[in-house]
């Protein structure tokens, strides 16, 4: 089975963002802060109608990896997971986001043309030139972390590309 995949530029291991669990009956604001299992804090960002964590995560699980083996990336670039790793990453009440979250969450942006711009930072301090389109106007924050192949373990594209996994298993 192949597992679907939401990219915010252009179309292995990859970097995994979470969604707050539709669990929340009283209608209260979402937290503006979650934490994980490492103690690492993020802020939320409320897109359409959905709870979203902004940034890459950073939470160290059996199966992540350090883009590089360079620790001095987590705190910008998050950590890189293998689909199963990505599944057990979000703190508690969080889940990996399903196909449908991210096809609402691309809707709720203004479709798949420009949802990607409006999720990732503008200019080119994490982007590479030309990051044409961002703007991060949704504040999701998404950054290009790369990937590494899973086969020979060779990362690629830090700068480049943002990845991020889907919980919806699908066929070839």
């Known amino acids: 089975m192949k597992k ?22 009283n209608n209260d604001p979402p937290a503006e802060t979650v934490t994980d299992a490492n ?11 959905q709870t979203w964590m902004s940034g ?19 705190s910008t670039y998050g950590r890189l997971y293998t689909w ?11 889940h990996l986001p399903t196909q ?12 798949n043309q420009i949802a990607g711009g409006k999720m990732k930072n503008a200019g080119t301090t994490y982007w590479q030139a030309p990051n044409a389109g961002g703007d991060n106007s949704s504040g999701f924050n998404g950054l290009p972390g790369g ?21 919806t298993d699908c066929s070839t």
């Open 56 to 74: 890459n995560i950073r939470v160290d699980v059996p199966g992540s990896y350090i883009y590089n083996n360079n620790s001095s990336d987590i």
């Open 84 to 94: 199963e790793a990505a599944k057990t990453a979000c703190p508690s009440g969080w």
């Open 100 to 111: 449908a979250d991210l096809e609402a969450l691309a809707q709720s942006l203004g479709g």
């Open 4 to 25: 679907l995949l939401f990219i915010l530029i252009i179309p292995f291991l990859l970097i995994s963002s979470c969604k707050k669990d539709n669990t929340d009956d």
């Open 39 to 49: 103690g690492n804090v993020y802020s939320t960002v409320v897109i359409g109608s």
């Open 147 to 167: 990937y590494r192949n899973a086969t020979d373990g060779i990362f690629f594209g830090k700068g480049q590309y943002g990845y991020y996994w889907s919980s």
